[in-house]
């Protein structure tokens, strides 16, 4: 078993990086996934907050002042910006929904919560989960203690074999597959993305046995080659996905502004959806009441001084973020050229990560070893993945590096693996020769 399966194992993970980085500050960290702070413009945003409570006082028909005194008070549980952000998926991802089908949340983190909350309530109910996948989720899984069951993701075809085998596995074991949390888009921490037919499938299945999905999306609209793929929203016919969003990379994390989006029919029940929408609602207003209303009139205001849309917004961290891959994998060619046989790399077509395969275990050892003699830090994969199979491979995240941080980064990290192969290598022969 995986050594991060507890809670506090995953509380650990977190406070062991925050101590490593505190401890060296200089390092260069390939940790993390934080969005690049050269392009946030907050003077301007802060300033559009008072264009939506202007566009709220004529919607409401009530003075400018009146606006702003509502809009500072406690306010609807599912938020008051949802029109925008229906109209801002519509033109940037081409999602079709009604904006009483949004909930907008204190970050995607509430909306997932909500989400297990309502969907996992009995002991027998489990939710399915890439193995690797993101920590935020099986966090809050522990958190909550829900059991997780894990779907081997080292490649779309083994995800899709081992899909239904686990759903039918677990519905023979009595219990009850609830959820499946996926990022068909540029995945966290592999950097993978989901084939059409993939996605079909996935569909397909997960309607057969009753299985909401809950789409993640965080990384969609970072795209770097071939063309978008349609979320699975917008192919599900039959009301299985819960589409989970959020601002934090496309505006900036401190907006804590994410959202849920309920398909029109839940399980293609009209009712069933009332049903899971009420829920939702009521456990947000004890969870945390409403999600700010100030920031909502933020965001509000950039969305309507950019007609609803964020790709003026994302143009130029897209472009920073295609030269921090770019720069990253040649710099990944040029110190490893004599290790290719050894050691290798995906090159993601979007999102912040990369998955660096190496022939040896990388654990948090190494990452002190790296961090106090070469000064740089990276993150083993075994802290995303429920076992041991992904031990041997480390996430680079280039988000938020520049150009000479990931090429010196590489250099150093380099240093470390080669030294490490070295003495390996030595104790084969020694072992051999014995
Ligand atoms: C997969 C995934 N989901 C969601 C989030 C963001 O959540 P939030 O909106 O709560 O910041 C992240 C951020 O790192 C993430 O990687």
Redesign the pocket.
Same mark, same amino acid.
């Not at 204190?106 to 509430?110: I, T």
């Not at 959020?246 to 990379?249: C, E, G, H, P, V």
């Given at each position: 078993m995986n050594q991060f399966t507890s809670r506090e194992a995953e509380v650990d993970v977190m406070n062991f990086l925050n101590e490593i980085s505190y401890r060296y500050p200089e390092a260069i960290s390939f940790a993390s @996934?934080r969005p690049t702070d050269k392009h946030f413009n907050i003077q301007r945003w802060l300033e559009s907050a008072a264009k939506f409570i202007e566009h709220f006082s004529v919607k409401q028909g009530i003075s400018y002042q009146r606006a702003e005194q509502l809009i500072s008070q406690y306010g609807k549980t599912n938020g008051v910006v949802n029109e925008l952000i229906a109209e801002q998926v519509r033109k940037d991802q081409g999602i079709n929904c009604c904006d009483k089908d949004i909930i907008i949340t204190? @970050?995607?983190?509430?909306a997932?919560a909500l989400c297990l909350l309502s969907l996992c309530r009995e002991p027998d109910d489990v939710l399915l989960v890439c193995n690797p996948t993101?920590i @935020?989720?099986t966090g809050l899984a522990d958190v909550l203690d829900i059991e997780v069951c894990s779907v081997d993701y080292h490649h779309e075809a083994q995800l899709l074999q081992t899909l239904g085998v686990k759903i039918e596995a677990l519905i023979a074991d009595k219990k009850r597959p609830r959820a499946f949390y996926l990022?068909p888009d540029f995945d966290?921490p592999s950097g993978l993305q989901l084939s059409l037919q993939a996605r079909q499938q996935i569909l397909e299945l997960c309607s057969k046995y009753d299985v909401a999905i809950l789409e993640?999306n !965080?990384?969609g609209l970072f795209q770097y080659n071939g063309e978008p793929k349609p979320a699975l929203y917008q192919l599900d016919e039959s009301g299985c996905v819960i589409y989970?969003g959020?601002?934090?990379?496309t505006l900036c !994390?401190a907006i804590?502004?994410?959202y849920l989006i309920l398909p029109p029919h839940f399980l293609g029940d009209v009712q069933r959806q009332q049903a899971l929408s009420d829920k939702l609602s009521s456990l947000k207003s004890y969870l945390s009441v409403n999600t700010s209303q100030i920031t909502q009139a933020i965001l509000g205001g950039v969305l309507l001084d950019n007609q609803c849309s964020v790709e003026s917004l994302v143009v130029q961290p897209r472009k920073t973020y295609l030269d921090n891959r770019d720069t990253l994998v040649a710099a990944l060619e040029r110190f490893f050229a004599d290790y290719r046989d050894q050691v290798s790399w995906n090159i993601p077509a979007g999102g912040f990560f990369l998955k660096l395969t190496l022939p040896f275990k990388f654990n948090s050892q190494d990452v002190a070893q790296c961090a106090q003699h070469h000064q740089v830090i990276c993150m083993p994969m075994s802290y995303f993945a429920q076992d041991n199979q992904f031990d041997n491979c480390v996430r680079l995240a280039f988000s938020n590096l520049d150009r000479d941080q990931i090429v010196l980064g590489v250099e150093r990290l380099s240093r470390y693996i080669i030294e490490k192969l070295a003495a390996q290598k030595l104790r084969i022969d020694r072992q051999e020769r014995a």
């Open positions: @996934g204190n @970050g995607c983190q509430e997932m993101y @935020g989720i990022m966290n993640d !965080p990384y989970l959020t601002y934090a990379k !994390p804590r502004i994410g």
